[in-house]
């Protein structure tokens, strides 16, 4: 029988002389047997109708009624349900057992709280505590408890045994892999022009510098492009942007001389371009972008023993190949998140919950080394579990999707990761090298290439001083 549906019970008039008494044992065992709540008995010849509402300040009295109204109140009177949950860190805390009472805190226990003082119902927790996930939800349908919630996905084939509520909270199972490394700044800046490009440039610096000299050689008066040397002097200070220290007389070495000058403003104007982007964010290697890219780079991975049972059913086809994995252990899963922030070619499939946790209480705030493919690899809603055909289903999700509306389960996952931040004072952060700031000052270190070239050009010009002295 559907506990939730409607019923109608019509008894023969013989019976009329114990209608009271026969309609309050029906009603009860209906509700004993079948946990049935809305039944309507008609007796007698005058078809009166009876019917009781346990929810109600009347309770379990027997009430004569002309019509059929609901029977799930707004505010439930004396009832208590009894709620399955354990400690399960870093969502739900064991807060101690006072006054002989189990407590428990976290954003769900304080949803829960909201809930039933809306609803007026008072909830106890019990201890039947089993230890391999899975086996909590049958003491929904024995009636050990009413509720049950752990930070629980929505799971097709456990709903189709029990009772869900609406989610509350919506995460998923991500891939977390190693961030990109940074490309040394002189290694991009060399490869701002590919090597064909560098070989057209120092061709025409080549030829402009033969031009000019052969030029001055047979049609210029003056004497000092008729030097080798001094055409190669003027022509590099042009690609500088310096002076020269004479210009051509004749029109032609004119004409080719102003020709240059244009050329190396525009290829300065664009090396200077890339040359101050690549100071500030020379870049990364190649980047993952989907698991696929995971098996063909033969990254180890790792994931828990829940993530095979509940998620892919044992079934291996999803791995990379049949490759062997890592099961990960260690508290909040921090052995697997260490390996995947050193770039131990390592990754690790997660719920983003426990990845934002471990950022939060291990990593420094002013890094970003744990990174993570784009999207949900499996998407999780976070639900709570309730017998089959429960009463309290409908009251409860209204409920919660009111809350969810007003925001106010954001604010208890807000004030929680709060929480993190004042943990992580205590908690020794891991240890990252090449660490790359998306946010930083601009510094004498970006600057480093630029007086690596200009300490080169000192030198250099300290050996053409010196060779130009000792030769003259």
Same mark, same amino acid.
């Given at each position: ?16 002389? @114990? ?180 070989? @057209? ?6 030829? @402009? ?70 100071? @500030? ?192």
């Amino acid at each position: 029988m559907n506990p939730r549906a409607r019923y109608f019970v019509a008894i023969v008039d013989t019976l009329s002389k @114990v209608s009271l008494e026969t309609s309050r044992k029906l009603l009860e065992d209906m509700w004993e047997v079948f946990n049935v709540l809305d039944v309507v008995v008609m007796i007698g010849d005058d078809q009166s109708l009876y019917t009781w509402y346990p929810f109600h300040s009347s309770q379990k009295q027997i009430v004569r009624v002309k019509d059929v109204s609901d029977k799930i109140p707004r505010k439930f009177y004396n009832t208590t349900l009894k709620v399955l949950t354990y400690e399960n860190s870093p969502t739900i805390y064991y807060s101690g057992n006072a006054s002989g009472r189990i407590q428990f805190e976290g954003p769900e226990i304080d949803l829960l709280e909201l809930i039933m003082t809306y609803l007026n119902i008072s909830y106890i927790f019990v201890t039947n505590y089993v230890k391999e996930y899975g086996n909590q939800f049958g003491g929904l349908n024995t009636g050990e408890y009413d509720i049950f919630l752990a930070s629980s996905p929505f799971f097709s084939h456990i709903a189709t045994k029990y009772g869900t509520t609406i989610s509350y909270y919506t995460t998923g199972m991500k891939w977390y892999i190693p961030c990109p490394k940074q490309i040394h700044r002189f290694q991009k800046i060399v490869s701002i022009f590919n090597l064909s490009t560098w070989g @057209v440039l120092l061709s025409t610096v080549l030829a @402009v510098i033969f031009l000019m000299w052969r030029l001055g050689t047979y049609c210029d008066k003056s004497s000092y492009y008729k030097s080798l040397g001094s055409c190669f002097s003027s022509t590099w200070a042009v690609c500088l942007g310096v002076a020269t220290p004479a210009q051509p007389v004749n029109t032609i070495s004119r004409f080719l001389f102003i020709i240059w000058v244009y050329y190396c403003y525009v290829i300065n104007t664009l090396f200077q371009t890339f040359f101050t982007t690549y100071l @500030v964010d020379p870049g990364s290697y190649s980047v993952i972008e989907s698991y696929n890219d995971i098996c063909e780079k033969s990254f180890n991975y790792g994931y828990e023993f829940y993530v095979e049972k509940f998620f892919f059913d044992f079934n291996h086809s999803w791995l990379c190949d049949g490759r062997e994995y890592i099961l990960c252990k260690g508290h909040e899963n921090s052995d697997c998140f260490v390996r995947v922030v050193r770039g131990d070619d390592f990754a690790y499939l997660g719920l983003e919950f426990l990845g934002n946790y471990y950022v939060t209480t291990h990593l420094s705030r002013k890094t970003d080394v744990l990174c993570s493919l784009d999207g949900y690899f499996e998407t999780l809603n976070i639900v709570m579990y309730v017998t089959r055909g429960s009463h309290f289903l409908n009251p409860i999700n209204k409920v919660i999707r009111r809350i969810m509306e007003s925001g106010i389960f954001s604010k208890f996952v807000n004030f929680k990761r709060e929480e993190w931040k004042i943990q992580s004072i205590y908690n020794k952060n891991v240890d990252v090298e090449n660490v790359d700031y998306k946010y930083f000052v601009f510094s004498l270190k970006h600057l480093q290439i630029a007086f690596f070239l200009l300490f080169g050009g000192q030198i250099l010009s300290s050996i053409v001083f010196i060779l130009e002295i000792a030769l003259r």
